[in-house]
């Protein structure tokens, strides 16, 4: 065969093996050349990686720090110093879970570095080591440590806020800063083992990959060497053939046919070419399917806001229509009575629609408060079935809880609000889905979780519409919608819930005509019995409460006539004098003019709104108790509420016991600021 080539290559004319030794000289400086700059850039890379980390472990130090002084000073904008000094860590997480994607964003990988302050001109370099050297084990040990110091992150945030939220209380405990201040401390010792771990796996990578390199520039010298003439006179029947492939292929593609790829037959300008064009038909691809997602996306959301409207307007529709029927001279007590309860359920109805797409904002933006407390589990799960037993009978069905643990103290700690939340979400769609059933609930516990099983004899779902649960703007179908009714929020809002308490909801099984069952974890611990000495101080505060309000006077600053009126209605009740202002200018004014022991502050309002209204009182060393009653229902309304003066944060609509409580709380000991 040798004999043969040499004798082929003697047959040959002068111009081609000019061609040939041109060509085979050219590729060989060219290769070695391509060699020398992918070295430089791989151990540049490396070199921005280093430095990447420095960068990434001074904000998280910074972040740090900002925190000390918070805790020190109390000056909330080194909690702002401490979120910005973390926008670093997190645009470099930004860029490398984009970056773990099969297709990645360029874009957005470029822009989560830039946003972790890597230099623009290092950012190729990091995305090609990342994506080419990903499973080398010195690298894919150094992104594991990175995941892990990015979970810790997570937890910093979230011991941050806690500190956050004990320096904001007043009147502030210093044992409790300290606690939370031990915690970051706690994480920050975590995080620099984590970061000393990940520079020296970086250095004995780069160490590893320079020899690597080095042995690789000098075996692809020697390649080169033995194989140049067989590229050069095979490149032309290479070129061809490639392009007459390259060519079907764009044909496909110009008549809608994505199914037909490139052939890639090596590593280099054809291969690359080839590849290129095989990204373009799978971009092009995911490009149409992304579009009719969104397209998808925007019916359901479509689908979504149109039963939304049905479910705000048809009981608006029951509480105007009442309402007008109240009006009427003829009505019996009995249907006055009637109407009004209806008004009542039907206003909770509304209630809790608002409440569930406001907690969904609040859980996509981050604002959801988890309080957890210890309170009684037989109690609670007592009051949670009396609550749904009437809609139980009202469908026929029957409502079992029970449980099949045995334990000698049934105190539980967590967020006794979101846990009622999760199961009147999940035991209300059991009963609704169920006619003439059974729904049971079973709870355990089980390695410092509380586990329930909502089990019914429903309609049941099939597989295809299992996928379809969990999800925000859903519902199975809008036959669904039309005969049950609903929002399609609750699971989506529960399963969140659950995992802010440490769990998670799962269907464990459903079968149309046969039923459903949900399990529900969240994580809890059983704790001392405080049952009777918590009735025995309520009891007490019982019986002195009402003496407290008697006689004390508050202000009403709203400029809604209407809410005056509820407010002034109930203060009556509870034998309280009051005086009214209809915007904060007239409400600062009357405040230092009259004696009131406490002043109730609406937010919005004309010419001088509710936070103004407050920092002015006190400038004025008003110094009596400032209450925010508003609609504005967000975290960050309570925060803005509380910095400008205000001693607590009410919301509307008006939940008249929580105010009870409240005002009893104030005007019992008059605190003083």
């Given amino acids: ?210 020899g690597l390199l080095r042995y690789l520039l000098l075996f692809a010298v020697l390649i080169v060497e033995s194989t140049g003439l067989y590229f050069t006179f095979s490149f032309s029947r290479n070129l061809s053939r490639s392009i007459k492939e390259m060519s079907l292929v764009a044909k496909n593609v110009g008549s809608g046919d994505f199914s037909k790829k490139v052939p890639v037959q090596s590593k280099d300008e054809l291969g690359q070419l080839a590849s290129t064009i095989n990204k373009m038909t799978d971009d092009l691809e995911n490009s149409i399917g992304r579009r009719q997602k969104a397209e998808n996306e925007n019916q359901i959301k479509t689908l979504f806001l149109a039963n939304m409207s049905h479910e705000i307007r048809t009981p608006l529709g029951i509480i105007l229509g009442l309402t007008e029927a109240l009006k009427q001279p003829d009505l019996t007590s009995e249907e006055q009575t009637k109407f009004i309860e209806t008004i009542e359920r039907t206003g909770h109805d509304l209630k809790q629609i608002v409440n569930d797409i406001l907690d969904i904002s609040k859980v996509e933006a981050g604002y959801l408060d988890i309080e957890k407390t210890r309170f009684s589990l037989t109690q609670f799960l007592e009051e949670l079935h009396s609550a749904l037993s009437a809609k139980a009978v009202k469908s026929d069905n029957t409502l079992v809880f029970e449980t099949n643990t045995e334990i000698q103290s049934d105190m539980v700690f967590t967020d006794r609000i979101r846990l009622r939340q999760i199961l009147t979400n999940i035991l209300g769609n059991a009963l609704k889905f169920t006619k003439k059933g059974a729904v049971k609930l079973t709870w355990w516990c089980l390695n410092g979780q509380l586990h329930f099983r909502v089990s019914d004899t429903g309609i049941g779902i099939t597989k295809e519409q299992s996928k379809q649960l969990f999800q925000a703007f859903s519902q199975l179908d809008s036959s669904t919608t039309r005969q049950f009714g609903g929002t399609g929020l609750g699971l989506f809002l529960s399963r969140n819930l659950a995992i802010m308490l440490g769990g998670n909801i799962i269907l464990e099984y459903s079968t149309p005509s046969k039923g459903s069952s949900f399990l529900i974890t969240v994580e809890s611990d059983l704790g001392e019995d405080l049952g009777s000495q918590n009735a025995s101080q309520n009891v007490n505060s019982e019986k002195q409460r009402d003496n407290v309000l008697k006689g004390k006077k508050i202000l009403i600053v709203d400029d809604s006539a209407d809410n005056q009126l509820l407010m002034q209605f109930f203060l009556k009740k509870w034998n309280i004098d009051f005086e009214s202002a209809v915007n904060g200018k007239e409400g600062v004014d009357k405040a230092c003019a009259g004696d009131f022991d406490l002043v109730l502050m609406d937010i919005q309002m004309p010419l001088m709104d509710g936070y103004q209204a407050t920092q002015e009182l006190r400038k004025r060393n008003f110094s009596k108790p400032i209450n925010a009653l508003t609609a504005h229902a967000m975290k960050v309304d309570q925060d803005r509420c509380l910095q400008a003066g205000c001693d607590e944060y009410l919301t509307k609509p008006i939940d008249l016991k929580q105010i009870h409580q409240t005002l009893v709380q104030y005007l019992s000991d008059q605190r003083i600021r």
Avoid: C
């Fill in 1 to 210: 065969m040798v004999k043969n080539m040499l004798s082929w290559w003697r047959d040959l004319s002068i111009f081609k093996k000019l061609y040939g030794v041109v060509g085979v000289m050219a590729l060989l400086i060219a290769f070695e050349l391509l060699s020398m700059l992918f070295t430089t850039d791989i151990l540049s890379a490396v070199r921005s990686f280093v430095g990447g980390e420095g960068i990434w472990s001074k904000a998280q130090k910074d972040s740090i720090q900002s925190l000390h002084k918070y805790a020190f000073t109390s000056d909330r904008k080194y909690y702002l110093e401490f979120q910005e000094h973390l926008l670093i860590p997190y645009g470099d997480r930004r860029a490398r879970l984009e970056m773990q994607k099969p297709d990645f964003n360029e874009d957005e990988v470029r822009e989560g570095f830039i946003q972790g302050q890597i230099h623009p001109d290092d950012i190729n370099g990091l995305i090609r080591l990342f994506r080419r050297f990903h499973q080398v084990s010195y690298i894919k040990k150094a992104i594991t440590i990175w995941s892990q110091a990015d979970a810790l992150l997570d937890e910093l945030i979230f011991a941050a806020a806690k500190l956050d939220v004990v320096i904001s209380q007043r009147p502030r405990s210093q044992a409790r800063v300290e606690e939370a201040l031990l915690n970051v401390d706690s994480l920050n010792k975590k995080l620099t083992v984590l970061e000393n771990e990940f520079s020296a796996v970086l250095g004995e990578g780069s160490r590893w990959l320079e």
